[in-house]
């Protein structure tokens, strides 16, 4: 196999000071950093060195060495079955010299990437999701790289694909406020590039990535690739064209199965180009999954969160429909049979949060915190809330506390998990008056309700943020007949309803929540 590409275009001016520009010095403005904090110079030196004989296994081994923690990191993967090596691999030069300058180098800009990221950020499974997605793309693009014998080179493609979304990232880890500001507006339906440009100073999140990138003096390769409109490639020996399509290919695919998206479209625009279909996209981004998991902790949790796994089976069986896009199908509230009529639309869902836990470990977690000597009520609901989210599987899951005021009795909003934010729950303030409405009837009967898909009159008009779509399910938690609290469970309309069993199983954990209060109690 054989390449076209001038190595020296690939290397960072390292030894060049870089301004930042004037959009980019307004945005340091804005977080109130004088600049963004200086790339690493490990994963600066990292990323200089060329594949080729210019660089030997010495040079990769005395810049890995450097860092103590990279060092183990690195060591520790490749004698995982990441390599399946069969036998011990002790130093960083024998790895390279078993595994080849590039894989090994391609490890550890990775590994010390997603160190350098994680330490900076504060939303650490946001962060982690996000480079997570970037880790797999950059596999799957140094795979079609050798697969489809492009003439680029795999660790190019690698970093390429890795880096696509710095600028996404980037607003996550240093501007979280402004990130979730932009999130939100997409989840209501603004075009991300147009929410990120009214809150980044006119800057798209690719925008963004390319000013951060010049500034930190990558090449114009790793720039070029964060295009979000490119060209197709002039000729097959058009390296810089290929790394821009194959970076925002593998990127974008990745993205929809895992978020959510119209995979038509990707494959129309991408599929001629590289000669690659769905059924093997999803073969190579399964490889990748399992490449992936013995890399590092932050990239096994980001996996577990992302429920990837789940998300390719719905795609395999489904040749994508399962994932963002509409068929007709019966229509259905989410808590009953569908009436066999085919002429509604629904959208597809993304999958319920699912863990690798299974019901029976957080039931035995939630009973081994009830025989303790203390209960701390504040993270026992906190607990119960992340069992019914992430064991039994809601879009939305809420703790309401009774509060009796001298003006009106309500049931306030106190802990959230899934498709809600901290000014959700504080919004979650739902007035007693009105027994006819679901919350107070079912707190005033100690009865579990299940509200169908915008049942007219069961909720009030500032409750409509929270339940338009959704099936909602209600679990009072009662003492002696009199109502303390509520569990408030949501699922979009279109899911499954609840079986018998998980309808045992949360009221399981509604128990567990009335013994801990119980035992508080007795104590106090």
């Known amino acids: 196999m054989s390449y076209f590409t001038d190595d020296s275009s690939f290397m960072p001016m390292t030894n060049q000071t870089q301004e930042p520009s004037g959009k980019l010095a307004s945005i340091f403005a804005k977080i109130n950093l004088s600049e963004l904090p200086a790339m690493s110079s490990n994963v600066q030196e990292l990323i200089s060195l060329a594949h080729s004989n210019r660089s030997a296994a ?149 925008e963004l990535g390319r000013e951060v990138a010049k500034f930190w003096n990558m090449s114009e390769k790793i720039i070029g690739s964060m295009a979000v409109e490119m060209e197709k490639p002039k000729n097959k020996f058009d390296a810089e064209g290929y790394l821009q399509n194959l970076s925002s290919f593998t990127n974008e695919f990745t993205d929809k199965v ?3 998206g119209d995979l038509d479209a990707i494959f129309k625009k991408f599929g001629p180009m590289f000669k690659v279909d769905l059924e093997e996209a999803i073969e190579r981004l399964d490889q990748s999954v399992d490449t992936s998991e013995d890399v590092s902790d932050s990239i096994r949790y980001g996996l577990s969160k992302l429920n990837i796994r789940n998300n390719i089976k719905q795609v395999s069986e489904y040749g994508g429909k399962a994932i ?59 607990n119960l809330l992340e069992s019914l989210y992430r064991g039994i599987g809601f879009d939305r899951v809420i703790m309401g506390i009774l509060s009796i005021q001298a003006s009106k009795i309500s049931v306030v909003g106190r802990y959230g998990l899934g ?14 008056a009105n027994k006819e409405q679901a919350i107070p009837r079912a707190l005033t009967t100690c009865k579990d309700m299940a509200i169908p898909v915008n049942a007219k009159g069961a909720f009030p008009k500032n409750f409509q943020y929270l339940v338009k779509d959704r099936t909602v399910f209600l679990f009072p938690i009662c003492i002696d007949k009199k109502p303390i609290a509520l569990i408030y469970l949501d699922r979009k309309q279109g899911r499954p309803k609840i079986d018998q069993e998980q309808l045992k199983t949360i009221r399981l954990f509604r128990d567990f929540a009335v013994m801990a209060i119980q035992k508080v109690r007795s104590k106090n």
């Open 58 to 206: 010495y040079d990769l081994a005395k810049v890995i060495l450097k860092d103590y923690s990279l060092t183990n990191k690195v060591l520790q993967v490749v004698n995982s079955a990441y390599y399946s090596i069969g036998h011990s691999i002790s130093s960083i030069s024998k790895a390279v010299t078993i595994l080849g300058f590039d894989g090994v180098r391609d490890l550890a800009t990775a590994i010390a990437l997603f160190e350098d990221f994680l330490k900076s950020g504060v939303e650490k499974e946001e962060i982690s999701k996000i480079l997570t997605r970037s880790f797999l793309s950059g596999l799957q693009a140094r795979e079609m790289v050798v697969a489809k014998n492009i003439n680029v080179l795999p660790e190019e493609a690698f970093i390429c694909a890795l880096l696509h979304h710095l600028g996404k990232i980037i607003t996550c880890i240093y501007m979280p406020d402004i990130y979730k500001d932009i999130q939100r507006q997409v989840g209501e339906g603004v075009p991300e590039e147009k929410a990120a440009r009214s809150l980044l100073d006119d800057l798209t999140y690719n």
């Open 258 to 260: 895992c978020l959510g």
């Open 324 to 382: 963002g896009r509409k068929r007709y199908m019966p229509a259905d509230d989410g808590g009953g049979k569908g009436t066999g009529k085919r002429d509604e639309c629904v959208t597809e869902l993304e999958p319920l949060p699912s863990s690798d836990k299974s019901v029976n470990d957080f039931i035995r977690e939630m009973t081994e915190t009830l025989m303790g000597s203390e209960i701390k009520l504040d993270e026992f609901y906190v």
């Open 419 to 432: 498709d809600i934010d901290a000014n959700g729950v504080l919004n979650f303030d739902h007035p007693m």
